[in-house]
């Protein structure tokens, strides 16, 4: 089976812009999760989605959102970017029936300027 | 202070030691996932365990599970240049859910 997979691997944005990430998981999983690294705070959860629907949340402002698809794809918007938000973001899939393994995605390295 | 603790939060070994890194939660652990990453890289799964006193290996690298101290170690016998990089111990406290806690991981450098 193919690995989770995430578009595009670098990106570019000036304060302000907005960016939207993409995520796809392993065939046949249904959770997708996302998670904010920094060299300050570490890797932080960001939210859950399973079945479409957002399942668990961090504790991450407003601006930050995402969705997933009827295909288990999903998607991490971030509006009115920030300096601070520069950072790599991974998705990580799992099959999501019970405490399974997450699985990551290569990351979408975010450079804000 | 941080829910799940890792250390030493790094390491320096000469090729073929031994080595030990050490994860400890606050919370109550419904499973405990242990990863490695190179920088800037997505995370590898490397073992994932769920039951007290549950140990699992790969290759050479062990993982235990000590329920009741809520602890976690990670064991590399006679370390190779190919180990090194960051080690991250990752929690669920919740029961079943994508959300997973991270420890600050440990940079693992082997020289030859």
């Known amino acids: 089976k193919a690995g989770v997979t995430q578009t595009p691997r670098y990106l570019i944005k000036t304060r302000g812009q907005q960016v939207t990430l993409s995520c796809s998981p392993i065939s046949g999983h249904r959770s997708v999760s996302w998670y904010q690294q920094t060299p300050g705070q570490g890797l932080q959860f960001l939210f859950e989605y399973f079945s479409e629907t957002q399942r668990n949340k961090g504790n991450f402002p407003g601006r930050f959102s995402g969705r997933q698809f009827s295909n288990s794809r999903s998607e991490m918007n971030v509006s009115t970017l920030e300096l601070g938000d520069s950072a790599l973001y991974l998705c990580?899939?799992?099959?999501?029936?019970?405490?399974?393994?997450?699985?990551f995605g290569p990351g979408t390295r975010l450079t804000v300027l | 202070s941080q829910e799940l603790e890792q250390s030493p939060q790094s390491l320096i070994v000469q090729e073929g030691k031994n080595l030990t890194i050490n994860c400890t939660s606050s919370k109550t652990l419904y499973g405990l996932y242990w990863y490695k990453q190179k920088y800037g890289e997505g995370l590898i799964f490397l073992m994932m365990?769920?039951?007290?006193?549950e140990e699992k290996s790969h290759e050479k690298i062990t993982a235990k599970l000590d329920e009741k101290k809520q602890q976690s170690s990670l064991h590399i016998t006679a370390s190779q240049p190919s180990h090194a990089g960051i080690y991250l111990c990752?929690?669920?406290?919740?029961?079943?859910?994508?959300?997973?806690?991270f420890g600050q991981g440990t940079t693992l450098q082997v020289k030859p």
């Open positions: 990752g929690a669920d406290i919740q029961g079943n859910t994508g959300k997973l806690i």
């Open positions: 365990l769920q039951k007290g006193g």
């Open positions: 990580a899939s799992r099959d999501g029936r019970s405490t399974d393994t997450q699985y």
